[in-house]
Nanobody, 126 residues
Framework: QVQLVESGGGLVQAGGSLRLSCAAS????????RGWFRQAPGKEREFVAAIAWSSAMPPYADSVKGRFTISRDNAKNTVYLQMNSLKPDDTAVYYC???????????????????WGQGTQVTVSS
């Protein structure tokens, strides 16, 4: 049974930084695409970033490009999301997920992800 556990969320002032981690257990996900999504109150879940097993050219949502960086450590079965220059609009519950798909189009779509974490709250104050 695969479990994804996020950590690193919290409260931060605008302009600050946070680093989210997502550790997987129960199965090695080194060949899986790992993704981050977020959901703000009253809004749909949206794509943030994803990274394939090769870590080459990860896609980002336009709203976070240049501020967030996704990375992975296959040896630790863990994916990270470094979030810099945070804005109040970044406030949401952040979820990590994993999919065996590797094509660039499906990486952005939450319906193709088969494993999900429970989410971690990120709150950015103005």
């Amino acid at each position: 049974q695969v479990q994804l556990v996020e950590s690193g969320g919290g409260l931060v002032q605008a302009g600050g930084s946070l680093r989210l981690s997502c550790a997987a257990s129960g199965r090695t996900l080194s060949t899986y695409t790992r993704g981050w999504f977020r959901q703000a109150p009253g809004k749909e879940r949206e794509f943030v970033a994803a990274i394939a097993w090769s870590s080459a050219m990860p896609p980002y949502a336009d709203s976070v490009k240049g501020r967030f960086t996704i990375s992975r450590d296959n040896a630790k079965n863990t994916v990270y999301l470094q979030m810099n220059s945070l804005k109040p609009d970044d406030t949401a519950v952040y979820y990590c997920a994993a999919t065996p798909r590797t094509d660039i189009m499906t990486m952005r779509r939450h319906e193709f992800y088969v494993y999900w974490g429970q989410g971690t709250q990120v709150t950015v104050s103005s």
